[in-house]
C-alpha cells in the first residue's frame, strides 16, 4: 500500500535525538519522530516516595509526567488547570512503568527519577515517542551519576522502546502518524526491551474484531521498529552493544 508520507508498510518515520537539549535537567533529549516532537527531562532527587519510606521498600523509583502543550496541536487545546484528565494520567502511568523496566531499582539506591515528556508537536504516537526519548534521557541522566561515581553501570537493565502499529485497508503498517491512525482499524500501542521481551502492549479493534494472525503479523512489525529504534537510541548514547 501507499502511505501518505510515502513510507513502506514497514517503515518507521525519520527519527532524531537531540541531546542535552535543555542544560538544567540531569538528563535531557528532544526525540523527533516525523513530524511529532517531544521533550523529555529526567530530574533526579535522593529520597524516595513516601510510600516506599513506610513499607520499608528498598531501592529506588522511577516516575514520569505527560503534558501535551496548547498549540502542540492543529488547534489550541485548554492546559489542564483543573486536574489531569484520564488520557493524561494513563498515560503518565505506561511511561513510568515502561521505563521502570529499564532500571534495577535496587541498584538504583534511595533516589527518585523523575521523567517530565511535554509534547511541543503532535502527530501521532506522543506517548510511544515519549518512552522511546524518556529513556535517552534516562540513560544520560544515570550515565552523569554512574561518572561521578555515585552507580555502578549494572545499574541499567536492557533498553526499552516503544512504537505504534495498525492495520489501515486491511494492510497492517508501522509507526502511523495521526492521520493513519484517526483511520486505523486496529491500532497497537507496543514496548519493548531489547532482549525482545514485552513490557506492555494496548491494543484495541476501532470497527471489527481481528484475528490472531492479525495480532501476530502486528507483533513482527512492532519488533521490527523497535530493533530499529534501540539502535538510534544507542547511537544518541554512544553504546555500541
Not at 87 to 96: A, F, S
Not at 156 to 163: D, E, G, L
Not at 217 to 225: D, T, Y
Request: charged letters at 25%.
Amino acid at each position: 500500500m501507499k502511505r501518505q508520507d510515502g513510507r513502506r508498510r514497514d517503515q518507521l518515520r525519520p527519527i532524531s535525538f537531540t541531546t542535552d537539549f535543555i542544560e538544567y535537567p540531569e538528563g535531557s533529549v528532544l526525540i523527533s519522530t516525523g513530524k511529532t516532537k517531544v521533550l523529555c527531562n529526567v530530574s533526579i532527587e535522593e529520597d524516595v516516595p513516601g510510600w516506599m519510606e513506610r513499607n520499608e521498600v528498598s531501592g529506588g523509583w522511577v516516575t514520569a509526567e505527560y503534558a501535551m502543550l496548547p498549540r502542540s496541536t492543529h488547534t489550541r487545546r485548554s492546559r489542564e488547570t483543573d486536574g489531569l484528565g484520564g488520557r493524561t494520567q494513563e498515560i503518565r502511568r505506561l511511561i513510568g512503568r515502561s521505563l521502570r523496566a529499564a532500571v534495577d531499582l535496587k541498584k538504583l539506591g534511595p533516589r527518585t527519577c523523575i521523567v517530565d515528556c511535554d509534547v511541543l508537536q503532535a502527530d501521532g504516537g506522543t506517548r510511544t515517542a515519549s518512552i522511546t526519548g524518556g529513556y535517552v534521557a534516562l540513560a544520560l541522566a544515570l550515565q552523569r551519576l554512574i561518572r561521578e561515581g555515585s552507580l555502578t553501570p549494572d545499574v541499567f537493565a536492557p533498553p526499552v522502546a516503544a512504537v505504534s502499529v495498525g492495520v489501515i485497508r486491511d494492510e497492517p503498517v508501522l509507526d502511523l502518524c495521526y492521520e493513519e491512525d484517526s483511520k486505523a482499524d486496529v491500532d497497537l500501542n507496543v514496548v519493548m526491551n531489547a532482549n525482545q521481551r514485552y513490557i506492555e502492549i494496548q491494543g484495541t479493534a476501532e470497527g471489527n474484531p481481528f484475528s490472531q494472525r492479525t495480532l501476530d503479523s502486528l507483533l513482527e512489525l512492532a519488533n521490527q521498529g523497535i530493533e530499529e529504534l534501540i539502535s538510534v537510541q544507542r547511537r544518541a548514547l554512544n553504546i555500541s552493544t
